[in-house]
Each structure stands twice: as C-alpha cells, then as structure tokens.
C-alpha cells in the first residue's frame, strides 16, 4: 500500500521560508521519481517541482530561484524549501509519485502566505 504523507505547512509572511516534506512508503524510493503539485483556491492543480530516481530536477517557472526540490533516500522522503514566499504561492502542496503507471497523492499540507 502506498503512502505519502506531507508535513510543514503553515502560515508564514511574504518574504518568509518554509520547508515541507513528504514521507513515502510501500514504494521503492530510491527508484521513484518525486513530484510536488500545488493548488490554489479556484485554480487547477500544477506542478511545482520533481526530482528523478538519479536526483534530477525541474521546476515551475514560477518558482525557480527560489524553491528546491531534495530527496534523502535513507529516509524515504522528499523536501521542498521555499524561500522568498510570495502570497500567490498560497495553496495546497501536494505529494505524488507513480508505481506501477498507477499515481499516488498525499492528502497535501496548506501553505499560506500572508502580504
């Protein structure tokens, strides 16, 4: 059974930083590619950023600069920093990867950010 499971969401003011992280399980980590999606109120959810299995990145436009995504393979999880928050980058952040061609989503932390 897959799970992922997001923390380190919160309230934080414009300029500020934050770190999440998502925990996996009953997946091969080291062999996973790692996705971080958002989602604002009204808005479709996109993708913020992904890291392969080998550590390759690729990010939003929108975010580059100022987020980074980071894997610890010894302890399954996945990070985003974000620094330099602005208050568009307000929403849900949500988790994902794929086993078997099938995708998996955390149950997301929220992130707001006040001006």
């Known amino acids: 059974q897959v799970q992922l499971v997001e923390s380190g969401g919160g309230l934080v003011q414009a300029g500020g930083s934050l770190r999440l992280s998502c925990a996996a399980s009953?997946?091969?980590?080291?062999?996973?590619?790692m996705d971080w999606y958002r989602q604002a109120p009204g808005k479709q959810r996109e993708l913020v950023a992904g890291?392969?299995?080998?550590?390759?990145?690729n990010y939003a436009d929108s975010v580059k600069g100022r987020f980074t995504i980071s894997r610890t393979n010894a302890k399954n999880t996945v990070y985003l920093q974000m620094s330099s928050l602005k208050p568009e980058d307000t929403a849900i952040y949500y988790c994902?990867?794929?086993?078997?061609?099938?995708?998996?989503w955390g149950q997301g932390t929220q992130v707001t950010v006040s001006s």
């Open positions: 890291i392969s299995s080998s550590g390759r990145t």
């Open positions: 994902y990867t794929e086993r078997r061609r099938e995708g998996y």
């Open positions: 009953g997946i091969i980590f080291r062999f996973s590619d």
